[in-house]
């Protein structure tokens, strides 16, 4: 989604804890909630009191509002409008749901802001560059999910510092081979790894459904990230239920073919992305671990799209995606 910024973020923040509210029966003050409901009616050009009567039949108010915020664009784009300028009376409202829902329930409030790693860094620049101050606003504890290319910004890397006071913490990668064990071909991956990602593959997959064999040559692909890994794993099940929708009475399991035919399509997904200053930067990597330029804007783009990812171990090192590295091979690159 193009059109996310912060305001968008808080205003999420907002509708996100009164459904915790609503779950843990809190009673959140009547003025907090008609602020709320009225913000949101004036950009929906719904009336409010309307809404309030369905719900009394089963329909849930601030669900169908949180609904609203992800899938209706000119619904961000109103809100954003609205507040952009006074932030603070949205924030205001923000503390008063988190200290009602603190004191009632006795636990600490703590929010977690997953996938923006995964827009587009043209819009996590503004949302972290401009606006990490307001994010911050709030007197309750947050996690904002980043993308790792932001972290080689050198715009919005000081700036996130200071406002969180350095308070940053990396996600690594899980590295199933050492730096210097990478390119044998013979190289074992690291069994503990190996027996983490699996555990955690068998807990959304029946170990009926995928066997180990199969499972271990899914995680060699993913290059260690658990993103990675849930990506290839869910193309499988797709492939799998289409399968199931043509014939229902064959007993389907992910194995090699099936696996196969996922990365395939993934491999696809990876090349449709790739340009002349692409191919020239991936060869790099792949050889050194390292590109000749870090911060370079190309090379920012590869890592953020996962193209590349990023090791760290005393020192930070870089790896093609081995999905990717199957692309470099049938050009003759490495």
């Known amino acids: 989604m193009s059109d996310v910024d912060h305001i ?7 509708l996100n804890l009164m459904v915790e509210a609503e779950k843990h029966r809190v009673d959140i003050p009547k003025s907090t909630q008609d602020a709320i409901y009225k913000w949101f009616a004036e950009q929906t050009q719904t009336d409010v009191k309307e809404l309030k009567g369905e719900a009394k039949v089963g329909f849930n108010l601030l669900e169908a509002f949180s609904l609203q915020l992800q899938t209706n664009a000119g619904v961000r784009k109103e809100i954003k409008q609205k507040f952009e300028r006074n932030t ?3 924030v205001s409202q923000l503390n008063i749901i988190a200290a009602v829902l603190q004191a009632a ?21 503004p949302i972290f560059r401009d606006n990490i101050k307001t994010l911050c606003l709030p007197g309750f504890h947050i996690i904002y999910t980043i993308p790792m290319a932001t972290l080689r910004d050198k715009e919005i890397l000081p700036t996130i510092e200071t406002e969180t006071n350095n308070q940053l913490v990396s996600m690594p990668v899980l590295k199933l081979f050492a730096k210097d064990e990478c390119r044998n071909p013979n190289a074992v991956p690291k069994p503990e790894v190996i027996d983490v990602l699996c555990e955690i593959l068998h807990k959304r997959i029946p170990d009926h459904l995928l066997d180990r064999q199969t499972a271990e040559k899914m ?3 993913s290059g260690g990230v658990l993103r990675e890994l849930i990506r290839i794993a869910n193309e499988c ?8 929708r043509r014939d229902p009475t064959q007993a389907i399991v992910i194995d090699d073919a099936i696996l196969e035919e996922a990365v395939n399509k993934l491999r696809n997904d990876f090349s449709i992305r790739l340009g002349k200053v692409d191919y020239e930067i991936l060869p790099k990597v792949y050889t050194e671990l390292m590109p000749d330029d870090p911060t370079q804007k190309e090379f920012l783009d590869l890592l953020h799209g996962l193209h590349v990812l990023e090791y760290r171990n005393h020192r930070t090192w870089y790896d093609v995606h081995p999905i990717v590295v199957e692309l470099l091979t049938d050009r003759n690159l490495i």
């Open 237 to 244: 099940c797709r492939i799998c239920l289409r399968l199931i």
């Open 219 to 221: 995680i060699r692909y």
């Open 105 to 125: 329930t006795k636990k600490t409030i703590l929010v977690i802001i997953d996938d923006l790693d995964k827009l587009e860094l043209s819009v996590v620049r």
């Open 88 to 90: 603070s009376e949205l």
């Open 8 to 14: 968008n973020i808080l205003f999420a923040i907002a």
